[in-house]
């Protein structure tokens, strides 16, 4: 599909074209940007308050150290954070400054802060991560946020670059060229260069961009993109026709982000000729952000995506723009400035360019149901005079990009109320969690997810553990997604299937009904349900558990009389290091003797 775009001889002389006729390859050429409009405009205000309010903090706190300790620690300990924090709140610095730059260019103090971070960059070691320098020689790897950070310094470049000193700015340019084009054209090729994941379109869309901004020879040009078409090609490999995105809202905001700020440079790079968006699977992947969320700004977040994800407006209003299919974003779920921790440059700057505040938009994400039958999951939101309600199940298997182990698990939330059946999302990444100990965290192994446990057996991990789809149906009404599960449970002798069905009625209050139907070949097995939840559950009576809202309540109701009821309150460590907790219900079967047993299980609103 990409390749066809352009060869290197076709892309060499687009460029020159371009040049000869005296045409800005940035994607928007930025004496047409009037950042003088945006700081004054009412319907910036707030986005400008929150680069503003940021920048006077920082102006108040030194820049901080990146010391060969603190960079050996990730070898001796595993742990990310301690590195990591420091190194982010630089490119915090890096983004605010910069912006605030541009924003309000006759301001000294802002002036000053955006060269002073601007040097101290220059003279990191390496601009890669420890997590990702594993093995690796330093000057010739290169990782997500060494790409990320060189484009950074081109978009820096382009947008303010005749207002910095000139040994700064010679420095800037030596520095991406000996950290990320002479290793991309010589040490490769990464790992990355043909991964089906984000890594491939943040690194490859990092240089390509790169590039296009400031390399003048066109034919060493040319040969950068074709390498990062190559890459791009393998991104897109990794979705299914349906556009899912199977890391979540998250990554599809980081990946594709990516993807499409490349994409743009490179349609105005070639004066329109390389459209790297005119594709179907483009489209359908562009439409993946407004499925995939349930209420507000809380995805359907399964693998290691957050259970709150917020929107990068501007990136959501150009695609808006393109595809007459997307929608606009509400404006309440936009992600403030501060927002990312990692403080990337290239959404926050089209955060400003990119947005249209006066685009029509809803409050909430319009109601629908969908289900995308590549990825194997149904997603539903339904709004009535009660309120807002989301309801997503999954199939697929075990073997997915950031995988947990929840081949048949479901999320159903309402407003802004905690999760009654909840998906944790990604816990605290260390060594371990993207290593052997990797299921033995709540938030990836099967016992955090609302699975059943079979003869004693937690789901397995592997490709071979998948779902076999028996039914997918949605409507006005009700959805319903029906799934045999045997085989992510082939571990537990005697069972020979497992059925999981869904209902999903789509009432003023919903109601979910869930059945689970087994088949045992020499007696029955034990079967413990499992609930993973965030609101407080409270056992109300035999075959009624009360989960507790803020606005809503949910009635989980079960057979009376057919289980033990175990409700524990378990702590874990999120993304961020932080300690939080969920509750987990264990409905134990007691005592069964039939060979095709069924347990239905009600959540009623």
């Known amino acids: 599909m990409i390749s066809s775009i352009g060869t290197r001889e076709s892309l060499q002389s687009w460029f020159e074209a371009r040049r000869l006729a005296g045409s800005s390859i940035y994607f928007m050429d930025r004496r047409a940007i009037d950042w003088q409009r945006i700081a004054n405009s009412p319907l910036h205000a707030d986005m400008v308050k929150e680069v503003e309010e940021e920048g006077d903090r920082l102006l108040s706190e030194p820049i901080p150290e990146l010391t060969q300790e603190l960079y050996a620690l990730f070898e001796t300990t595993g742990n990310r954070l301690t590195y990591e924090v420091p190194y982010f709140t630089r490119r915090r610095r890096l983004t ?22 601007l040097q101290a960059i220059m003279t990191e070691p390496t601009w890669c991560l420890p997590a990702h320098m594993k093995g690796q020689t330093i000057g010739r790897h290169i990782d997500l946020f060494a790409a990320e950070t060189g484009f950074a310094l081109c978009e820096i470049l382009s947008m303010a670059g005749d207002r910095l ?20 054209l010589t040490y490769g090729p990464y790992h990355w260069e043909t991964a089906d994941h984000n890594w491939a379109a943040v690194c490859a869309g990092s240089i390509g961009s790169a590039a296009l901004l400031v390399e003048r020879n066109n034919a060493r040009l040319a040969e950068m993109i074709v390498k990062a078409l190559g890459t791009m090609e393998h991104y897109l490999s ?38 790297l968006l005119e594709h179907d699977k483009v489209r359908e992947i562009a439409l993946f952000q407004q499925r995939s969320y349930l209420s507000g700004n809380r995805p359907a977040n399964f693998s290691d995506a957050m259970p709150n994800v917020s929107v990068h407006i501007g990136l959501s209003d150009y695609l ?19 927002e990312d921790h990692c403080m990337r440059y290239a959404p926050a700057l089209r955060n400003f360019i990119w947005f249209q505040p006066e ?21 539903s939101r339904t709004r009535s005079s009660e309120g807002s309600f989301g309801f997503a199940a999954k199939g697929g298997n075990n073997n997915e990009p950031h995988n947990h182990n929840d081949v048949g698990h479901f999320i159903l939330l309402a407003d802004h109320d905690p999760a009654f059946a909840a998906d944790l999302g990604s816990g605290e990444y260390t060594a371990q969690y993207f290593g052997e100990g990797r299921y033995g965290y709540d938030c990836t192994g099967a016992q955090g997810h609302s699975i059943p446990i079979i003869g004693g057996r937690l789901q397995q991990t592997g490709i071979d553990s998948a779902a076999k789809v028996l039914e997918a149906y949605t409507s006005r009404e009700e ?3 029906e799934l045999e599960l045997e085989a992510c449970y082939s571990e537990a002798a005697g069972l020979e299937s497992f059925k999981r069905r869904f209902v999903w009625r789509k009432l003023a209050r919903p109601i979910l009904e869930l059945t689970d139907v087994f088949r045992f070949k020499d007696g029955s097995l034990p079967v413990t349900e499992t609930i993973v939840t965030r609101s407080r559950p409270a056992l109300i009576e035999d075959g009624h558990i009360r989960l507790e809202g803020d606005r809503h309540n949910v009635t989980l109701g079960f057979e009376p009389g057919r289980y033990d009821v175990s409700i524990e309150e378990i702590g874990y460590r999120n993304h961020y290091g ?6 987990r219900i264990h409905l134990t079967v007691k005592g069964e003797t039939s060979n095709e047993p069924v347990y239905k299980l009600q959540f009623q609103f």
Request: proline share 6%.
């Open 320 to 338: 808006a723009a393109y595809y007459e299919e997307v929608e606009h974003p509400p404006l309440a779920i936009r992600a403030a400035f501060t």
């Open 165 to 184: 000193p000139q040994a700064l700015r010679d420095d800037m340019l030596e520095q991406v060229n000996r950290r990320l084009f002479i290793p991309y």
């Open 359 to 379: 685009a029509a938009r809803e409050a909430d994400w319009k109601p629908g149901s969908w289900y995308l039958p590549d990825a194997e999951w149904l997603i």
């Open 479 to 481: 959805d319903r997604l």
């Open 96 to 117: 605010t400054f910069s912006l605030l730059h541009l924003l309000h260019p006759g301001n000294s103090e802002y002036k000053s802060a955006l060269e002073r971070i």
């Open 238 to 275: 990794g979705f299914g026709a349906d556009g899912a995105c199977l890391e979540g809202p998250g990554y599809w905001n980081y990946g594709f982000g990516y993807y499409v700020y490349f994409a743009d440079l490179l349609l105005n790079a070639t004066g329109g000729k390389a459209n």
């Open 578 to 583: 932080k300690e939080e907790s969920y509750y």
